[in-house]
């Protein structure tokens, strides 16, 4: 489906709130009821409870782009795209509560982009349990990083930030001071500053 947009939420205070109203619903063949639902940035990843008049059960998942805006010109100032996950969304950052709920499935789209939700949690996992670079630390990327200067670096020393939590990254050969962007979705290692045991004669 394309977007759908929109004046307000009807009353609703986030996007997910509406957006769970949306897919709750009952009819005379069937009613869908969200089950477990989540934001993720602006996307919108909810388990669906599908129960036919006879009684039949499935859960699936559903996926909706959103968008929010106070400058439109036609005054609409919310939109959402949904989509089911048999149509194999590119997003698939879906929370592991919301994959958990949902029944088997023989559809590929939907098997595929189920494996690759469950990949990328276990990948943010690694990646949270990275070693956080520390000054005076020298970092070493897996692979080299091409910068603007069109020089390849791969280790540098990690340096403290004036203006931010994030490190910088001082070239040891050229000097130059650089961000990464990305960093923790990189293969490094870290090595700690040579320890130096203090001269007991110093007073």
């Known amino acids: 489906m394309g977007w759908l947009f929109m004046r307000d939420m009807g009353g609703y205070a986030t996007p997910r709130s509406y957006l769970d109203n949306q897919f709750t619903y009952a009819h005379a063949d069937h009613r869908l009821t969200v089950l477990a639902s989540s934001m993720v940035g602006s996307t919108y990843y909810a388990a669906c409870e599908r129960i036919e008049a006879s009684g039949a059960r499935a859960v699936f998942a559903v996926v909706c782009l959103t968008r929010q805006t106070t400058g439109a010109r036609d005054g609409c100032t919310f939109g959402y795209k949904d989509m089911t996950e048999t149509m194999g969304p590119c997003e698939s950052d879906c929370p592991a509560a919301i994959l958990d709920e949902l029944?088997?499935?023989?559809?590929?789209?939907?098997?595929?982009?189920?494996?690759?939700?469950?990949?990328?949690?276990?990948?943010?996992?690694?990646?949270?349990?990275?070693?956080?670079?520390?000054?005076?630390?020298?970092?070493?990327?897996?692979?080299?990083?091409?910068?603007?200067?069109?020089?390849?670096?791969?280790?540098?020393?990690?340096?403290?930030?004036?203006?931010?939590?994030?490190?910088?990254?001082?070239?040891?050969?050229?000097?130059?001071?650089?961000?990464?962007?990305?960093?923790?979705t990189r293969a490094y290692r870290l090595i700690n500053p040579a320890i130096v045991p203090k001269d007991p004669t110093d007073g």
Do not use: H, M
Request: proline share 7%; glycine share 4%; aromatic share 8%.
């Open 103 to 184: 029944t088997e499935t023989d559809n590929a789209y939907a098997s595929e982009w189920r494996a690759r939700c469950r990949a990328n949690l276990v990948r943010r996992k690694l990646e949270r349990a990275k070693p956080v670079p520390k000054p005076g630390q020298t970092i070493v990327f897996d692979e080299s990083i091409r910068f603007n200067d069109g020089e390849e670096r791969a280790r540098f020393t990690v340096i403290a930030n004036p203006k931010g939590k994030a490190p910088l990254f001082r070239d040891p050969i050229t000097g130059a001071v650089c961000r990464i962007a990305k960093l923790r």
